[in-house]
């Protein structure tokens, strides 16, 4: 039996996670937590949100995040290839910035319009 | 220039405000904002989780800010930005300041206050030790970092586990800084549970509750050196419980307080305990047609309330501009035990359609607990909840039927635990 607090919204259901039993989750209000529960035993991920130099924008730097989930043992090596990426005006909200990044699958997005 | 409505701060709760008004009938619409561009706060918190309950999807800052931000363009609301609202009068007069029109008045028939907040400084807390370079508060470390691009240290202590010291523990961590600590007076954490999850214990980072920062030391004018201390229930360091932290920043995240300056000097009622003005079911404050909303009024911890209490405050706006009614006697809401605010703090029933929507906050931790809403002796209604902390803010429901039935002058609200 695992315990765990669910992060997929903000009421942050406390859960049970039974390995022995096909990782059965209690504890969860929602079908999301279910989901998140068994995912977070086996193949944990997170969607990162970080930013890249920008030139010629209103600021110096383009937030972006991944448009989904990636295993959190990518997190570092994404950081490292968001660190080679600079973008010029103008950006446009759900731009890809970098397309399958580090063979997750995920493409890197903007977040904002600069 | 004479505007139906004037919104001062175009942050979550200004565009909110400003959309349904336009929704609701008003076409002379200003949004006043000091900084270069719409969307507030969100600019920086480029994080995810803002949206959940609104648009039931995970954005990030300034994806939500760019949601209202474009319902605006087909509209005739206006805006200025670089420009500052330096007074608000009793009789609605807006006064703002520009580099390109300098010192102008501007007259509107409505308000909307949606200044936000700021965060609370080192002095409003008065930590002992040196004054060196490298204190820095959490959100001003969070705009470099995100908007201007400056990483603010490479060793770094957090005093405040708020939602803001967790999200830039995170981030710094991300950007190749070792955080050492996060460092909390209270027994509980200040920010939310996932946050705790995502920020710290996803990266290792040891949160110290009932800790406090109480020396600081520096080197060649930068931070060299905190010490922390365990406290007691009393709140003072225990002699003896210090810890070293070599580290060159510590980020504070200790708090916000809303921006309420212009509030004053318009002579509105304020609440001691949000640090806001005293409102209405529908966010108005004591002075007829000028209204508040988003965290100006109350500290939120999501803004997708923001969003839901700044459309009222809009919609309001726009009702008195265009159905001016007479002002109706008002019920008081109390906080009873365990509740440290509610708003609205008042509340004229007929003006509820279906349900009045109160948002509190409780004073300490509690488990399964029951909240109780009643007139005098008689309980009106009852809530049960599995669990609250003050960092989390609460919200129930209580139907205009059983509003209409209250007989004095104030309903007090109040938990037990179960
Ligand atoms: C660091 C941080 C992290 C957060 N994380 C989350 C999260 O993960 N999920 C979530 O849902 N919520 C989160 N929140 C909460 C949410 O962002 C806020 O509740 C929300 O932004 C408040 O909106 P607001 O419009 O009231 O204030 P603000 O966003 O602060 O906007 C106020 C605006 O008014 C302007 N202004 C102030 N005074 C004047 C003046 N005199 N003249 C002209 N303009 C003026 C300011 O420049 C600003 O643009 C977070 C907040 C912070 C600070
Ligand atoms: S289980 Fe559902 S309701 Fe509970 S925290 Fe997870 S997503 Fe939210």
Redesign the pocket.
């Known amino acids: 039996m695992k315990e765990l ?9 406390r ?1 049970h996670v039974d390995e022995e039993n096909g990782y059965l989750v209690t ?8 989901e ?2 068994k995912n977070e035993i086996l193949n944990p991920t997170r969607v990162l949100t970080s930013t890249v130099k920008m030139e010629g924008g209103l600021y110096r730097r383009c937030p972006v995040k991944t448009n989904k989930a990636i295993p959190k043992g990518k997190l570092f090596d994404v950081m490292q290839a968001l660190n080679a990426v600079t973008l010029s005006a103008p950006v446009t909200v759900g731009q890809v910035v970098i397309e399958n990044v580090c063979g997750t699958g995920a493409d890197v997005i903007a977040t904002k319009a600069l | 220039m004479l505007y139906d409505l004037i919104v001062v701060g175009g942050g979550p709760a200004g565009l909110a405000a400003a959309n349904s008004a336009y929704e609701k009938g008003l076409r002379s619409i200003l949004i006043v904002e000091r900084d270069k561009e719409l969307g507030g706060i969100l600019n920086q918190c480029i994080h995810n989780g803002f949206g959940l309950h609104r648009f039931k999807e995970e954005l990030t800052g300034p994806e939500y800010a760019h949601r209202f931000i474009e319902m605006l363009k087909d509209t005739s609301v206006q805006v200025m930005c670089d420009t500052m609202v330096l007074t608000v009068t009793e009789n609605k007069e807006v006064h703002v300041i520009n580099t390109e029109k300098g010192y102008q008045v501007l007259q509107a028939k409505a308000v909307v206050l949606a200044m936000g907040c700021r965060e609370r400084t080192r002095g409003a807390i008065a930590i002992p030790g040196a004054r060196p370079a490298g204190v820095f508060t959490a959100g001003s470390a969070q705009r470099y970092l995100n908007m201007e691009g400056y990483m603010v240290g490479k060793r770094v202590v957090i005093l405040g586990s708020g939602d803001i010291g967790l999200i830039m523990a995170r981030r710094m961590t991300l950007e190749g800084a070792k955080v050492l600590a996060c460092v909390e007076v209270m027994p509980y954490s200040g920010g939310l549970m ?1 946050n705790i999850v995502q920020c710290l214990q996803d990266y290792d980072i040891p949160l110290y509750l009932s800790h406090t920062v109480t020396d600081i030391q520096q080197k060649d004018g930068r931070l060299s050196h905190i010490t922390v201390s365990k406290v007691g229930d009393d709140r003072l360091p225990i002699p003896g419980t210090e810890m070293e932290f070599d580290c060159d920043t510590l980020l504070l995240s200790v708090g916000l307080i809303p921006e309420n300056e212009l509030t004053r000097g318009a002579g509105i009622d304020m609440d001691m305990r949000t640090n806001g003005a005293i409102v209405y079911e529908n966010m108005e404050t004591s002075i007829p047609g000028v209204f508040a909303c988003g965290n100006v009024v109350h500290v939120h911890d999501l803004v997708d309330y923001v969003s839901q209490e700044s459309e009222k405050a809009g919609a309001a706006a726009a009702d008195f501009v265009l159905h001016p009614k007479e002002n109706e006697h008002a019920l008081r809401l109390q906080n009873g035990f365990g509740i440290s605010y509610t708003v609205p703090q008042q509340v004229r029933v007929p003006r509820i359609e279906k349900s009045l929507e109160v948002f509190f906050r409780v004073r300490q931790v509690f488990g399964e607990s029951v909240i109780s809403v009643k007139d005098g002796e008689n309980l009106i209604c009852s809530f049960k909840r599995e669990y609250m902390a003050p960092g989390e803010m609460q919200q129930i429901k209580l139907p205009r039927v059983l509003l209409d039935k209250v007989s004095g002058a104030a309903l007090t609200i109040s938990v037990k635990e179960a």
């Open positions: 607090v669910c992060i997929v919204c903000p009421k942050g259901c859960l504890g969860n209000s929602c079908l999301r937590g279910a998140y529960g | 996932r």
